[in-house]
């Protein structure tokens, strides 16, 4: 079974300043998928960033670049440039290819940006 | 481009009850999941429907069950409802057919048993 690890229950930062959120898994397959969901106080869980496994080369979105480390089985999220609206539930998850949309979450890290 | 709505918003039902939550897919996409949130943690994959048929189902029992209907829209059914039932239930849509298939959440519907 996948699990997802999210080491960090709470993270805060000031504004206009950098953070990183963790996130290790464990699977024993070779090509999944990876990915950073927003989850503000709406409740509406937003795409930030996705990484597919058999890609070397680590995602990046704007201000939200990830260090995949496949080997390592982790995949963590920098935030550069911390904005108050960056505020949010953050959850790392897991997908097996063509797995029926079966995403593995971890229990998320909330992050507070400070003004 | 409409996103994906979700109804009721909030929901109290007592332990024992039926509940039925309800979901409109994004506009284009043919395929719904549905995961299940409780306070403090992640979500937990419920069920997906693709074509009316239900395609890929978590370590959920039967008494969680849904429909989904020809325009893609979808509703999950939840039986003989427990206290652990109480969470936010979100749905999401996607487009089947390519190899990767963004799912696109709605806002949930926070369901409270007592």
């Known amino acids: 079974a996948q699990t997802v690890t999210q080491s960090q229950p709470e993270m805060s930062v000031q504004e206009a300043e950098t953070v990183t959120l963790s996130c290790t898994y464990d699977?024993?397959?070779?090509?999944?998928?990876l990915f950073w969901y927003k989850q503000p106080p709406s409740r509406q869980m937003i795409l930030v960033i996705r990484?597919?496994?058999?890609?070397?080369q680590n995602a990046t979105e704007n201000r939200f670049p990830v260090n995949f480390q496949k080997a390592a089985k982790s995949f963590s999220l920098k935030i550069s440039d911390s904005q108050l609206g960056d505020t949010a539930m953050y959850f790392c998850?897991?997908?097996?290819?063509?797995?029926?949309?079966?995403?593995?979450f971890g229990a998320g890290t909330r992050l507070t940006v400070k003004p | 481009e409409t996103g994906v709505t979700q109804s009721p918003t909030h929901l109290i039902k007592t332990r024992g009850q039926q509940v039925t939550l309800r979901c409109s897919s994004q506009?284009?996409?043919?395929?719904v999941s549905w995961y299940q949130q409780a306070l403090g943690q992640g979500p937990q994959f419920i069920f997906q429907?693709?074509?009316?048929?239900?395609?890929g189902r978590g370590n959920f029992p039967p008494r969680f069950s849904g429909l989904q209907f020809p325009n893609y829209s979808s509703e999950l059914n939840v039986n003989a409802l427990e206290l652990d039932d109480s969470a936010l239930y979100l749905c999401?849509?996607?487009?089947?057919?390519?190899?990767?298939?963004?799912?696109?959440f709605g806002p949930g519907t926070r369901l409270t048993v007592l």
């Open positions: 999401a849509s996607s487009r089947e057919g390519t190899s990767y298939n963004e799912q696109f």
């Open positions: 699977t024993s397959e070779n090509n999944y998928y």
């Open positions: 990484q597919e496994a058999y890609k070397q």
């Open positions: 998850a897991f997908m097996k290819l063509n797995n029926n949309n079966d995403m593995r």
């Open positions: 506009s284009g996409h043919n395929t």
């Open positions: 429907y693709y074509r009316e048929e239900e395609n």
